[in-house]
């Protein structure tokens, strides 16, 4: 059955063809071409199968990777797509967006010089492929059960929880506060990484399985908003998957002027934009045509600010960060995307002030020097004296990560118990809040991770809810026997 593997000794590295710098600057679509049966087949074949997938080790969902790279190599797709969508609830999104580079990619076994297999390109090629051809259908439950569970975010946690508890056949009502599915999926990460056309179809898929969407529905006690107590007595169960969405703040003087804006915000107003909505009159200034654009920040939402401005027609970006490029904790291959797009990055910097009367005009930077390790053994860095410099600055954007919003206080559940860094408490094993019945999964607990994190979170939160709810079911039983 291995005759068509173990390729990579004669078959060289391929991934996808990605359009040229010049075209992809000018639109949103994505840089990626699809591959051709043949690529795909032929890249498949580069796998060793070797006796331990450091790939799947190192996969947060455990994907079977090895295996559907054979049955890809052998002709066998649809085979393929049952043994990767057995694992993963959403492999077409995450073979566009995971950062292979540093997981399932970053660590094959197959010797520097033979280079990886491209495993995130044939993910996507295989999921894709069973769209196509019809292989993917909702879920159809085989016994439908009376309880009914809500959850609370349409991000991809939510979503992978509400796949799996449709599956066991209860009732799946999900409320979000915006009015598509997909949360950062469709709002965050921008269209040249995931077009929306491939959430919106996983959404449809999930209507036409039976769950039940509340879009627009916010949860706590304003106007308009559903409390969480209406929304606990509604429901058997509850799952908090809300994400993280409060940006994290810098100091500095000038830190207040206008034209000082947060990722999130800019980049939803940029995503919007795309997706033909009108913005309201204080969404319309963020964008960066003909503006000096520094972005501050050197994860994967920094890269999404620097390469959305660009295609915005921005005069320049310049993004700062702190570090070197080999610390930089964004995706390599994100950041040499933006460097082809043209954008200048500024490393071993961090801003100190900015400049301007009313609104920012220029930022103050100061160079900085890697010191010694730190406790978890990544270099600190210090300033170097005498060393600041001035960037000019029309539009500057805080891109320096996410922290949960304080849901106990927002929903009124002083009982509701967090973190000291403000995540939800959770059971190690059971993913249940200090609310009995309540749990909550992905980057409210986790805090600001990866979609591959989310969705192994939202289906292990699954699996412990079905547990719970029958574990339940027996003792009331029991105790009504009794």
Known sequence: MTTK??????????????????????????????????????????????????????????????????????????EAYGVSSATNTFPEICGRICPQDRLCEGNCVIEPGFESVTIGAVERYITDTAFEKGWV???????????????????????????????????????????????LLVYGIPGFKLEKHIVARRHQLLEEGGVVFHLG?????GEGELSFADLRSRHDVVLIATGVYKSREIG?????????????????????????????????ALDA?????????????????????????????????????????????????????????????????FLGEGHVSAVRAV????GLPDATGRQSVEPLEGSSFTLDADLVIKALGFDPEPLPQLWGQKDLAVSRW???????????????????????????SLVVWAIRDGRDAAAC?????????????KAEQG
């Open 5 to 78: 593997m173990l390729k990579f000794v004669s078959v060289p590295q391929k991934q996808p063809d990605k359009r040229a710098a010049t075209a992809r600057r000018t639109d949103f679509d994505e840089i990626y071409k699809d591959f051709a049966t043949p690529e795909a087949t032929e890249q498949a074949s580069r796998c060793s199968q070797c006796g331990v997938p450091f790939c799947s080790v190192h996969c947060p969902l455990g994907n079977n990777i090895p295996d559907w790279l054979m049955l890809t190599a052998q002709g066998r797709l649809e």
């Open 137 to 183: 259908k909702p879920v159809s439950p085989v016994l439908e059960r009376s309880q009914s569970v809500a959850i609370i975010g349409a991000g991809p946690a939510g979503l992978a929880a509400a796949d799996q508890l449709r599956a066991q056949g209860y009732k799946v009502h999900v409320y979000d506060r915006y009015d598509r599915v997909g949360g």
């Open 217 to 221: 529905q916010g949860i706590g006690d």
């Open 252 to 284: 500095g003087p000038g830190v207040g002027l206008a034209g000082i804006e947060k990722a999130l915000d800019y980049l939803t107003a940029s995503n919007r934009r795309s997706l033909g909505d009108t913005l309201p009159p204080e969404a319309q």
């Open 289 to 353: 045509a003909g503006k000096n654009v520094v972005v501050l920040g050197g994860g994967d939402t920094a890269m999404d600010c620097v390469r959305t401005a660009i295609r915005q027609g921005a005069k320049s970006v310049k993004c700062v960060y702190r570090r070197d490029k080999a610390n930089m904790p964004g995706s390599a291959r994100e950041v040499k995307n933006a460097e082809e797009e043209g954008v200048q990055f500024e490393w071993l910097a961090a801003p100190e002030a």
């Open 367 to 370: 160079r900085m020097k890697l």
């Open 422 to 448: 403000g995540t939800l408490k959770v059971g190690q094993k059971d993913f249940m809040t200090s609310l009995p019945g309540v749990f909550a999964a992905g980057d409210i607990v986790r805090g600001a």
């Open 465 to 477: 809810m079905h547990t719970w709810i029958q574990e339940n079911i027996m003792a009331t039983a």
